[in-house]
């Protein structure tokens, strides 16, 4: 069975500053695709990061990074210079190619001004 | 990108009636399409994995009598919440791919039984 977890439920950081945001997964597959979306209140799904687990490199998209270490199954996301519309509840996703995704119970973001 | 339409964003249906909602790949074709539930401030919620042409799977606790699913193309699928309830209002939202990572989500539909 494949889960992941978000262990922190709410999360804040002022308008500019860093902030990242904890992952961690359970598979027994090999081969499987993680991600990590934004829902703001529109509750519009928005993806911000995609990350293959066969490529070391960790994926970066502009101000949004991740930390992937498969070893540890743990995949984390760093919002750098952090804006007022980064505020959004962010789930983490593991995938199986052709499958369904798999989401944490999510991380809701507040950028304070 | 791909672009995935839903459709309606909102409905308010009397309790006992039927309502359908669709999902549209607007730019491409989905062989696979996924239906989720998602409660107030909750994560989303797999309820069926919708295959075109054939029957859709459903996922435990799910009643198929209940949300009824047809994937009629290669383009739309669509779930009828037969005789709603009001524990039925939930936010649904829809999601088709190309496969490898490449899923986008509609919009989503909020439903309220009255």
């Known amino acids: 069975a494949q889960t992941v977890t978000q262990s922190q439920p709410e999360m804040s950081v002022q308008e500019a500053e860093t902030v990242t945001l904890s992952c961690t997964y359970d598979?027994?597959?090999?081969?499987?695709?993680l991600f990590w979306y934004k829902q703001p209140p529109s509750r519009q799904m928005i993806l911000v990061i995609r990350q293959e687990a066969y490529k070391q490199q960790n994926a970066t998209e502009n101000r949004f990074s991740v930390n992937f270490q498969k070893a540890a199954k743990s995949f984390s996301l760093k919002i750098s210079d952090s804006q007022l519309g980064d505020t959004a509840m962010y789930f983490c996703a593991f995938m199986i190619s052709g499958n369904q995704f798999y989401f944490g119970t999510g991380t809701s973001l507040t950028v304070i001004p | 990108g791909a672009v995935v339409s839903q459709h309606p964003s909102r409905v308010i249906c009397k309790s006992g009636t039927s309502v359908k909602i669709e999902c549209r790949s607007l730019?491409?074709?989905?062989?696979?399409m996924f239906w989720y539930r998602q409660f107030p401030k909750k994560s989303l919620m797999l309820m069926a994995t919708?295959?075109?042409?054939?029957?859709?799977?459903?996922e435990q606790g799910v009643e198929k009598d209940k949300f009824l699913i047809n994937h009629a193309s290669l383009t739309l699928s669509t779930l009828t919440v037969t005789s709603a309830h009001p524990e039925d209002s939930s936010f649904y939202i829809c999601?088709?791919?190309?496969?490898?990572?490449?899923?986008?989500f509609g919009s989503g539909t909020r439903l309220t039984v009255v």
């Open positions: 730019d491409f074709q989905a062989t696979t």
């Open positions: 919708s295959n075109e042409g054939s029957k859709a799977t459903y």
């Open positions: 598979t027994s597959e090999s081969n499987y695709y």
């Open positions: 999601s088709a791919g190309q496969g490898a990572g490449g899923y986008t």
